[in-house]
T-cell receptor
Framework: AQSVTQLGSHVSVSEGALVLLRCNYSSSVPPYLFWYVQYPNQGLQLLLKYTTGATLVKGINGFEAEFKKSETSFHLTKPSAHMSDAAEYFCAVSDQGSSNTGKLIFGQGTTLQVKP | NAGVTQTPKFRVLKTGQSMTLLCAQDMNHEYMYWYRQDPGMGLRLIHYSVGEGTTAKGEVPDGYNVSRLKKQNFLLGLESAAPSQTSVYFC?????????????FGPGTRLLVL
């Protein structure tokens, strides 16, 4: 069965600093991986996803993530944090069980705080 | 194009009361999902639907029922609310069941059960 672990429930960075949010997964099949962002009092929206091909995936708002099979990781990065990046970030893996329902399995979430 | 909408945005219930949460999407998506979000636990799937008239249980279905009478609507019902059902509920939809498919989320319904 697939699972997702996000290391660190809270991450705090200064404006302009590097953002690194960690995600590790377990999957017995090649995974499809997602990062969603939830801004305060809003629903989740897709930041980026990895399906196949290039392992470095670029998303919206300057975020990118690299799929590393050997490390079973899909960490999210942004070179320079902006105040508007403050949000909760969720890593997810697509459930590829026999039922083929399109279900997502989410990590616990990481709250990003950006300090001026 | 409103995307995915949820009604109501916020509700307070007393233990034992019932209510229905409504999710509507205008993207002609086949698949719809109900999740609950609790602190430190991410989102967990309650029920889902693979098309009009069909529903199935997710990871945490106990205490909830659902219906999908119209393709665009997915209803989540609580027959007898319990404090453990205090949570934020999110509806999502997707075009297909492909593992690569993006899910589109509504803004959420915050439910407090006293």
């Amino acid at each position: 069965a697939q699972s997702v672990t996000q290391l660190g429930s809270h991450v705090s960075v200064s404006e302009g600093a590097l953002v690194l949010l960690r995600c590790n997964y377990s999957s017995s099949v090649p995974p499809y991986l997602f990062w969603y962002v939830q801004y305060p009092n809003q629903g989740l929206q897709l930041l980026l996803k990895y399906t196949t091909g290039a392992t470095l995936v670029k998303g919206i708002n300057g975020f990118e993530a690299e799929f590393k099979k050997s490390e079973t990781s899909f960490h999210l990065t942004k070179p320079s944090a902006h105040m508007s990046d403050a949000a909760e970030y969720f890593c997810a893996v697509s459930d590829q069980g026999s039922s083929n329902t399109g279900k997502l399995i989410f990590g616990q979430g990481t709250t990003l705080q950006v300090k001026p | 194009n409103a995307g995915v909408t949820q009604t109501p945005k916020f509700r307070v219930l007393k233990t034992g009361q019932s209510m229905t949460l409504l999710c509507a999407q205008d993207m002609n998506h086949e698949y719809m999902y109900w999740y609950r979000q609790d602190p430190g636990m991410g989102l967990r799937l309650i029920h889902y639907s693979v098309g009009e008239g069909t529903t199935a249980k997710g990871e945490v279905p106990d205490g909830y029922n659902v219906s999908r009478l119209k393709k665009q609507n997915f209803l989540l019902g609580l027959e007898s609310a319990a404090p453990s059902q205090t949570s934020v509920y999110f509806c999502a939809s997707s075009y297909s069941n492909a593992a690569v498919e993006t899910q589109y989320f509504g803004p959420g319904t915050r439910l407090l059960v006293l």
